[in-house]
């Protein structure tokens, strides 16, 4: 008997059953399929406004620093003005990223997955989250997740309209592009801040395997005050 | 991990006599409580997910069977490979033939309690495949030898010169002269040693706070992000779970995540929630080739049903840890083995048996706080009564404790006997307190008159005496 | 309240009937204060909380059925002592669940079973407490009394009711005291050290008077805390709400 089996049957055992009966399991189908919609807390709802502040004010309290931009090409001077010292920058291969003028901005830029070498590193998140300042950022073909561990220094381009009230948006959205379960990405990633670590005496530092500063790059209209909050 | 939990008390003495340890455990004793406090005070919703989140574990537990093959059909329907093993040594083997097989000479580590309880560390190393922890905690205990002293912080009986001493005896390739005593220069130096170890690896194994059977996820949760450098890497991902760890839908794993990190840390999440699916796709640019499984009963499977069931809703948060009086005096170590604290306590019977582990569950007031604080509000102390009434049956305590108790309770159901009895006390012991009001010792109660006095009674004549003369 | 007055049926505990009699009486004082018809059940010994504690649970179930027995037929029973009041309230019924001669009066004694600060304040809604006292009281919380029964507020509201009586607040109030029954004796080492803890959290309080509802955490301070030479004053909170403090206090002469 394999170990499967003698599992399955030592956990029916303990239930006090055997494997459930067609009615039942259609019932939990049905519950995986279809799930239920979560009742969400307050802090995930409000309007544009409400939730890009909530947002900005989230990610400093977690030791992000934000920068907001009118438009896409205030990027790489935005990132060079930031990491001053930085003379090469890892990007994500994303048309977004790609076709910003990077060299103007003194940076030469190279995209692809990150490298052990690699120092700075730009990404482009799919969603922030304003219940936490999380940014969500997906593996794909512009997507690579290594950037998002790798370099030193990080930076993330997120589009104001990006930013949503709750996590579960985040999954709503990824089911609207497959079917039966099969929709997520090798990874998905909730970064809510740079790494840090309390390991020495139990007091905290940032800074350890992830990245030591995230920054994000909050893109489009109407953003004035948020930086300061 | 040889348990040595059957040592507990001696194991406890020696404890609350190592002056290191002490300091450590006060540094962090007031901070947890304080932490939680503050995550709690930001949610208001926190207790109705507290009840949604203990719902949501009691309905997987109901299930469990069915929850498991879901998990794995959909995580080999997204290319990855499940193996189930029913004990330790079978995760043991599983675990080794995929690294022999893929040629495998270091796996990075990310921090798993079950690669602790089935030691895989050693096994790796005795067929010659080095394993490096990456937690910076657990690293710095691998390299001391030591096993973690805490779920969430491994290294939280370590101070800052013996990281110091451990670095300078294990990183030879560097300048003796170095400056290393600052916390910075720690960490900046375990920062660059790590993120060797993290390139070279040809495979990384993490543990997993839940499982989703609904995509065939597996999600950890960070703050170093050394489990993603882990699990993204190599070109092989092995994730250690034991079978309870099943949320169904990705929407369960948000609530139950929604209340994890903020019962311990306070935080709203930690830094890195991560959600693995599968190996890489066919157009991703980084990732592993192979993803694989690896699910452990080891004991878990003969609980359900019992009164113990509800301390497999554990998500490995700690909360009970950094709550516990108990703890809080004596640290992990004492436990004996992988799993420390309440939640130790509660579980460690259940995959140990109680011959080893029959002294955890005794070790405890009772005082309530765990259940208090976990976010799955699982009933330790009622879990912790049900070990005790079985370690009863099976005659432990014996010797004078369970003579007492049953002397105790012969008196206390007849009366008569009894008003005797307490009669006869009163008056001896307000004897022996000759006056002062009370004792300093008494011959068979030195577990208290060593450290306190015993009030001696008011009066020689108990309540109910005195009550009795009073009736017309 | 109108009718006849409530009979209550009062179970002194086996640690006030050994150790502090004077609660005993305290009690009794105020509950017919409060209006109530008391009546002590001869019979009564203890509540079985050490047996079902240490997992002797067939000498649990048989000190639940002398409970039950002894005590049925009143209104309602009353405790001073969270920790007791819980085994009654809370465990008898888990105990005889399986038991269908002795499950549904275990059930109807735990739904009439309450803790004293509880019954006062929840049930009877007391409030003639005609004391005075000037001085700064510590109260202890018993994790029982806390956590099995949700008492916290009780005994506060009626000690607020006393003219002069400031409260002050230990630094730690949810941290366990290190009694725990069994444990203390079980597990000196780890008690001694919550013990001495707690009591250096009531010095520090700046308190004349440490005041507690369950007499074993109060015993296990007030040895505590004569150890360590402390002035502090311990006693039972029925003893000031009963205005009934001619004893000297826990622990003196």
Known sequence: MSDKTRMLAAIRRGLGRDALDASVAAGLVTRLERPEPNRLPAASRGDRLTLLRRFA???????????????????????????????AVRVAPHPDLQRLDWSAAGLEASFGPARGMDTLGVSRADAGIAESGT?????????????????????????ADAVVGAYETVWAALRETGSEGCFMPRTVNWVTGPSRTADIEQTLYLGIHGPRQLHVLLVGSGLEGLETG | MQPRSHAFPANVARALADDGLQVALTRTSAGFPKKRLEGVASLPEFELLRDQAEAIREHVLDHLDWYLERFAAQVEKQGGTVHWCADAEAAREAVLGICQQAGARTVTKGKSMIGEEIAINDHLSAHGITPVETDLGEYIIQLRGETPSHIVAPALHVSRAQVTQAFREHHLDRDPERPLDAPRDLLGEARDVLRERFLAADVGITGANMLVAETGTSLIVTNEGNGDLTQTLPRVHVVLASIEKVVPTLEDATTLLRVLARSITGQEQSVYTTFSTGPRRANDLDGPADYHVVLLDNGRSALLGTPAQPILRCIRCGACLGHCPVYQQVGGHAYGWVYSGPMGAALTPGLLGLPEAWHLPQASTLCGRCEDVCPVRIPI??????WRAQSW???????????ALRTWAWLATHPRAYRLASSLAARVLRWRADGRGALGSLPGLGGWTATRDLPAPEEGRPFLVQ???RQP | MSGAPPHVGLFVTCLVDL??????????????????????PAEQTCCGQPAFSQGAREEARALARQVIETFSGFDYVVLPSGSCAATLRRHYPELLADDPAWANRARALSERTHELTSFLTDIIQFTEINTVYDGKVAYHDSCSGLRELGIREQPRRLLGLIDGLRETPLANPEGCCGFGGAFCVKYPGISDRLATDKSRQVVESGADLLLGGDLGCLLNLAGTLRRQGATTEVRHVAEVLADQTEAPPIGRE
């Open chain 1, 57 to 87: 004010a989230k990610l400093r309290r977690v030791d992000a620093t934000l920068q907001v931009l009118p438009r896409l090409d205030g990027v790489p001077e935005a990132v060079a003005a930031w990491a001053d010292d930085a003379a």
């Open chain 1, 135 to 159: 940014l969500a950022l997906c593996s794909g073909p512009a997507s690579p997740t290594t950037l998002n561990f790798l370099p030193d220094r990080h930076a993330v381009v997120l589009h």
């Open chain 2, 381 to 386: 102390p009622e879990v912790l009564r049900h």
């Open chain 2, 393 to 403: 049956e099976q005659g432990r305590p014996g010797g004078v404790s369970r003579l």
């Open chain 2, 467 to 469: 009550w009795q003369e």
């Open chain 3, 19 to 40: 150790f502090r009699p004077s609660v005993g009486f305290a009690t009794v004082r105020l509950l017919e204060r409060a209006g109530c018809r008391v009546s002590v």
